[in-house]
């Protein structure tokens, strides 16, 4: 062996090597891939999100922090992170499913790691329910494969086929490993107005009382989120099938939103759409929703939703 050939040789696989390791480096640089870079918790961005954009929601606001900072801080979680968001329409529930894939991923709901699904567009035949319980179980097996820390949000559970619910239900256990898959980083969220009429009553209560909304804790609207307010027909199935393997880590409840909330989301939507905020344009949209019940007023239905829409006619 020549000694001279072997040195060139030997600096140019390093030089090689390094080459590709900054190639490398740099292509994890603009290319969205399943590394820390690209994946990780900002508490910090998530505590401050929720307490300066998400309005009315103090109970929601502490559970998902807690619970989220507690998942991603843990290096071996024993199975996926599973939280169930109930509320009336309009109330923040997919808002906060945002926020949280913004402060994880870099791309937000963008990424290429956060799947979501809506029961009625993914799932609207019942006589297709086969092909879709494999379609939904094959893309699931394959995006953890690909990336340990995906995050899957379920829109409309409640009009979600059972079977459907039954084929995800491994996925959220405490196995190590299925089929050679471990799915105890994936973090699954699921959107429901279960339980939301519930939610409203306990709320009104406090209302009528003169208490503060603040005041309401969890334990409050425990039986709004009980087995047996969601063991009627309308939305109770899937839960009762998730709660007795208890497979949701953490039921979140979304209160009703009031007048306040509602002119707090249209000057949020004015600033978004960079438009010169305008309490008394504010306080217009607000004041021309629907509120319930009638006489008092109380909780808008449409919560903050048509919010976007409405803005438009009336800046
Ligand atoms: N509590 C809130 N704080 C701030 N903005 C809100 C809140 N609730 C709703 N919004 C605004 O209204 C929009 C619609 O709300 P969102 O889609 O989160 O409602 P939802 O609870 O998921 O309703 P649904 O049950 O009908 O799906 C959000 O994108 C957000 O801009």
């Known amino acids: 062996i020549e000694p001279i050939s072997t040195s060139i040789a030997v600096g140019m696989a390093v030089a090689l090597t390094g080459f590709l390791a900054s190639y490398q480096n740099i ?3 603009f290319h969205e891939c399943c590394r820390p870079e690209w994946i990780s918790l900002n508490r910090t961005g998530l505590q401050r999100d929720l307490k300066t954009k998400l309005f009315g929601q103090h109970i929601a606001s502490r559970i998902v922090l807690k619970a989220v900072s507690g998942f ?3 290096k071996n979680p024993k199975k996926p992170l599973v939280l169930s968001l109930h509320g009336w329409t309009g109330t923040g529930k997919n808002f906060v499913s945002q926020l949280i894939a913004e402060n994880i991923y870099k791309k937000g709901m963008d990424s290429s790691f956060v ?3 809506t029961a009625q567009h993914h799932f609207p035949n019942s ?3 086969e092909t879709y319980k494999s379609q939904l179980k094959r893309w699931i097996k394959g995006s953890v494969t690909n ?6 949000i379920f829109d409309e559970m409640d009009k979600m086929h059972p079977g459907l619910i039954d084929s995800i239900k491994p996925f959220l256990d405490y196995y190590e490993k299925l089929d050679g898959v471990s799915y105890q980083k994936a973090i699954f969220i699921f959107l429901s107005n279960a339980g939301g009429e519930s939610i409203i009553e306990t709320a009104l209560n406090f209302w009528r009382a003169g208490r503060d909304r603040e005041e309401i804790e969890l334990k409050d609207l425990e039986t709004a989120l009980s087995l047996s307010v969601f063991n009627n027909k309308k939305s109770g199935f899937w839960h009762t099938s ?5 497979l949701v880590d953490f039921f979140v409840p979304f209160l009703p939103l009031e007048y306040r909330h509602v002119v707090q989301c249209v000057l949020a939507e004015m600033k978004a759409k960079n438009l010169k905020p305008k309490k008394s344009v504010a306080e217009q949209v ?3 929703l629907v509120y319930s019940p009638k006489s008092e007023r109380a909780f808008a239905v449409k919560g903050c939703k048509t919010i976007g829409s409405k803005l438009d006619y009336y800046m």
């Open 27 to 29: 292509l994890n640089y």
């Open 72 to 74: 991603m801080a843990n």
């Open 115 to 117: 799947h979501f699904f």
């Open 127 to 129: 006589n297709q329910i």
């Open 147 to 152: 990336c340990a820390r995906s995050m899957f």
């Open 242 to 246: 998730l709660i007795d393997k208890h």
């Open 286 to 288: 607000a004041r021309d």
